[in-house]
């Protein structure tokens, strides 16, 4: 497969090789159990705590207490707001979300809601945006949690998260943030984005899957999902992942020196990138805003008119390149990519999305491969109409 194209990087990233080096010895010769006492589990547990710290550093977070490894992005999407309306509710039972959230998210304010809790969804902007001042008004004396995610999973539009927290100030709700599409491709000091809890997922920045990061500000009380030992502090017992977390911190660490050298030339290229598409294929229509500094600069999501999303993806994975249609996390082209439909796309027009995603180490001449097919399928796509 080494002839191919890889352009879905929202849905995972390839795993770094620097990163897997590090990984190694944790599969073989590091593998003690990092809960023992002996020299084996001494060094796991070192080990554990060094990648804390490279995640602590990356974060700019204020102790590396409050950095806590799950198994994935999902789980600590769950942890964070299912653990901390349970720990809260004798404050309120109100939650608010916006309207464009990850599934995980979603699902967790659903099984809430069946515990007795009220979830509000707050709506978002033809760009995606959601609207703070609505926020406000939804505001009340029950309400202990907010959660607006930092960047877009379908269209990398990235929040107001500063401002939406200066509000709050005063406030009893927590503001929860998933980060897991921006970390990595825009900086991020959880210290000035002003949050209580932010989630990170470093198998979407060329680290391991099987390993979730959540940052929790000190003082901020959550319920664990699961029970039986004290690890990560008593939140999220069982086994520690020692390799996959190595690996995490080392992801981390790599993402923080490539957004220093590399985040500006990300920025022009995406801007390059849609000035071409439009060229190519144009009439072509762009979810969200414009690349530039309110966009993760390594995402597209556009729509061709008249032209079928999922037979346009078919048809560039059978050239070599590999791309989603619809939702970045669970595609379905029967129905409508439901960020898409709370931006108010019509219908028609969102069926026919396509999500392109940029790696670290993406280059120029496969973009210009990629034009090149995306132009000869759409032709051939738009020839067939009646």
């Known amino acids: 497969m080494s002839n191919r194209v890889y352009l879905d990087h929202v849905g995972t990233t390839p795993l770094d090789e620097s990163v897997w080096q590090e990984m190694k010895p944790w599969f073989t010769t590091c593998f003690g159990n990092p ?17 804390r710290v490279r995640v602590a550093s990356f974060l700019n977070a204020g102790s590396t207490e409050e950095v806590i490894f799950t198994s994935s992005g999902t789980e600590a999407l769950n942890l964070a707001f299912f653990g901390s309306a349970m720990a809260n509710q004798g404050r309120g039972k109100h939650l608010i979300v916006s309207a464009t959230e990850h ?8 099984a809430l809601c069946k515990k007795g809790f009220s979830c509000t969804r707050v709506s978002v902007d033809s760009l995606g945006f959601v609207d703070v001042e609505e926020i406000l008004s939804e505001l009340t004396d029950e309400t202990t949690i907010v959660s607006v995610h930092l960047a877009n999973h379908d269209t990398g539009a990235i929040q107001p998260i500063r401002s939406i927290a200066e509000q709050l100030k005063h406030h009893q709700a927590l503001l929860i943030v998933d980060a897991t599409p921006a970390a990595g491709w825009i900086p991020l000091d959880v210290q000035a984005l002003g949050a209580d809890v932010v989630i990170l997922s470093p198998h979407r920045f060329h680290g391991p899957a099987g390993v979730g990061i959540l940052w929790r500000q000190r003082g901020i009380r959550l319920e664990p999902l699961f029970f039986g030992g004290q690890q990560e502090f008593g939140l999220r017992p069982g086994t520690e992942n020692v390799a996959a977390i190595i690996g995490a911190g080392a992801a981390a660490e790599l993402a923080g020196n490539r957004l220093t050298n590399s985040y500006g030339r990300w920025v022009e290229e995406l801007k390059w990138l849609w000035n071409e598409i439009q060229s190519a294929v144009s009439p072509v229509v762009l979810h969200g805003p414009l690349p530039g500094s309110q966009r993760v600069p390594r995402v597209l999501n556009f729509s061709l008119p008249d032209v079928e999303g999922e037979g ?20 379905n082209s029967l129905r409508m990519p439901p960020v898409l439909a709370a931006m108010g796309v019509d219908i028609k027009l969102g069926k026919s999305n396509l999500i392109i995603s940029l790696g670290a180490d993406t280059s120029q001449s496969q973009l210009v491969a990629f034009l090149a097919a995306l132009q000869s399928v759409v032709e051939r796509f738009r020839s067939l109409r009646f």
């Open 312 to 331: 346009m993806a078919l048809a560039l994975d059978l050239k070599g390149f590999a791309i989603t249609s619809g939702a970045a996390c669970v595609t």
């Open 103 to 110: 599934p995980a998210l979603q699902g967790a304010a659903d």
């Open 35 to 51: 809960t023992g006492l002996h020299q084996e589990a001494l060094v796991a547990r070192a080990g554990v705590e060094r990648a």
